[in-house]
C-alpha cells in the first residue's frame, strides 16, 4: 500500500458472491423468502451445534437490536408502572438503551466496573432503585467474555430479569459456551462488522426452550403456532437471503479464525517493538471485530486521534462519550459514572480486520508511538488530565 493511503478503521469480508450460489439457488427452488425458512432453520441447527455443551437454543432475528427486544419480552415482558426502569451500563452503543425504550422501559444509567468494563451483579444487586427496575441489561463490551454465573445468582437472589446484551461476543460464546450460555438469555448481532455476520442480523442464544418459543413470538408480531397475536411483538425475523450469508460464513468460519489469530499476532509483535504491547487489546481477549488503544488520559487520547487522523488512519471512540451524553438519551437519569467517563475518553479504537496489511500494521503502529513515547518519557502519570 502506499504510506500516504487512508486506512479505514475496519473493513468487513463477508462471503463472495460464488460462495453464495449454492444457497441462493435452494432459494429460488423453494421460493420461501421469509418467515423461518429453510435456510433459517439450518443456521439456527448448525449454530447451536457450536455450542452444543451449553444446551442452548438458537433464534436468529433481523438484527442484533431486534434480539434483545425480544429477549427482553421474552424475559421482563413491557415495562408496569411499579418497575418502569431499566439498568443499564452508561458505558456501551446506544442500541442497548433503544432497545428497553422501545420495550416500554426508561433507561437508568450505572457505571461499570473499571477492569472488566460491564456492570458489577454483586454491586447492583444492592442498587438502590433495584426495586423499580423490571429488567437488568449488561454488556459484554467490546465482546469481551463474561461467565454469565453471577447474574444467575444476581436473579436468583433479587428476582429481577437480566438479558446479556452480548453483541460483539459470537467469538468469547463459542469458545466457552458452558461459561457464556445458560439460563440467562444472551443476544448477539450479526451486523457485517461483527465476527460472524449474516450481512445483518442478530441471535439470542437461551437454555430455556420456552423462553426461546417467547423469544420466536416476539420476533413475529406475537404469532407463535396460530394465525393469533397472543403477546406483545416487532416483525423481526431472519429473511433467508441473510440467512444464505450466515450459512456461507459458517462454511468459511475455521480459515477466519486462523486469519485472525495470525492478524492479532502481528499486531501484538508491531506495538511490542514500541514496548506498547499491554496498551492494546486485541483478539481473544475482545472481539476480533476491535482493537483498542489503552490511554493512559483522555489527554494521551487526543494527542493519539488526532496524530491517527493527520496521517490519514481512521479510529473511532466506539461507544462515543457514553450513551447518557447522547442527545437521544441524556434526559434520562444515571448514577454517578467515573469509570465510564474515563473509559469513554481514553479507549482509542484503531484499524483492525484479518487481511490489514502488514505496512499498514507498522504504520499504526509507529502513529502511536510517536505520540505516546515521547509524552511517557516526559513523565505523564497514569489517567493525568
Known sequence: MNADEPIAVYRARLPLARELVPYLERIDANRWYSNHGELVLELEGRLAELTAPAEARWVTSSSGTAALEAAILATAGRATPARPLALVPAYTFVATAMAVERCGYVP??????DVTWSL????????PLLARAGVVVPVMAYGRGSPQAAWRRFHERTGTPVVIDGAAAFEALVDDPCGIAGTIPVT?????TKPFSTGEGGAVVWSDSLGCARVARALNFGFLGARSSQATGTNGKMSEYHAAVGLASLAGLARRRIAIAEAARA???????????????????ISSSYAIFAAESEREAQRVATALKDAGIEHRFWYGRGIHREPSLARYSGDALPNAERLA?????????????????????????????????????????
Open 108 to 113: 437508568h444509567f450505572v457505571d461499570v466496573n
Open 120 to 127: 458489577d451483579a454483586d454491586e447492583l444487586a444492592t442498587h
Open 188 to 192: 448477539l448481532s450479526f451486523h457485517a
Open 267 to 285: 499486531y501484538g509483535d508491531a506495538f511490542a517493538e514500541h514496548e506498547l504491547d499491554e496498551r492494546i487489546l486485541l483478539w481473544p481477549e
Open 345 to 385: 475518553t481514553s479507549l482509542v479504537g484503531i484499524p483492525f480486520c484479518a487481511d490489514l496489511a502488514a505496512a499498514a500494521v507498522e504504520r499504526i503502529a509507529t502513529t502511536v508511538a510517536r505520540v505516546v513515547i515521547p509524552a511517557r518519557g516526559a513523565g505523564q502519570g497514569r489517567f493525568a488530565g
